[in-house]
């Protein structure tokens, strides 16, 4: 071993070795801790009447509250991030807490919720359930959630939201997705359809007259790779509809990348992100 490092290409690859590893550290900790990227996507609805004024809808998914990179300190900044947009409605699609084995830290429910009751938009908050929130206990999540009366909790349900019919759909990714008693709550009602779920596999099954789906689940990989992918997508599509803007049938759907970290505390080439999305009427 001393002799391999005397040997000068050895030492310089070693040393080669730290500063990669350090520089990939570095990274990580920027990409888990930054502030949240704000990406925006325009698009149109025949629901609105000419001439109308564009609706904004700002979406979060898979918040993660837990220690070391989400305590509720941290979540209350994103808060105020998201209220300094004045989006119309604020969307959130699921997975408010972690309980991964690696956190430093498990709060309460009361502790994961309190920080989103400052959440404002004109037209309320809706929100529908994840995995992890299933895992971790919804009955308490639900139950701290419902002392805010400007959260919609939507659970294979959908309410009249100002100018948007929000269908919000249960966790698919552990099999409580009711699709048909989704569709059939929305019926009745008017205006933009905007539909929350937290995985984005109900997509190819999301009634083509939606003009907007929103999921998360996948964070668009958590750990991707620098030229793009990753090496898991949380998709039985791959990476069909696991990152960013897609299209089908008429249908829009955004896939977030959400703003913490599930199984490991850590992202590196994704980025926590926060996505506007403007609503016009129909040219």
Known sequence: MFALLKNRWVRRALLAMVVVGAAVMVKAWHDTMRDPVVKRLSIESGALPAGAK???IAFLTDIHVAGPDMPPSRLERIVSQVNALEPDLIAI???LVSEKRTATHIYSPEEIVAPLAGLRARHGVALVPGNHDHWFDWPA???QLARHGQISVLVNEAAQMGPFAVAGVDDDFTGRADMEATTT???PLSGVRVWLSHSPDIFPSVPVNADLVLAGHTHCGQIAYPWGGSPA???DFGEEFACGVSELHGKTLVTGAGIGTSLLPVRLFTQPE?????????R
């Open 274 to 282: 926060i996505w506007v999305i403007e609503v016009r009427a129909r």
């Open 93 to 95: 699609t699921g997975d």
């Open 54 to 56: 564009p609706m904004t």
């Open 141 to 143: 999540l639900s139950a």
């Open 233 to 235: 997508t949380m998709s």
């Open 185 to 187: 709550a929305l019926a």
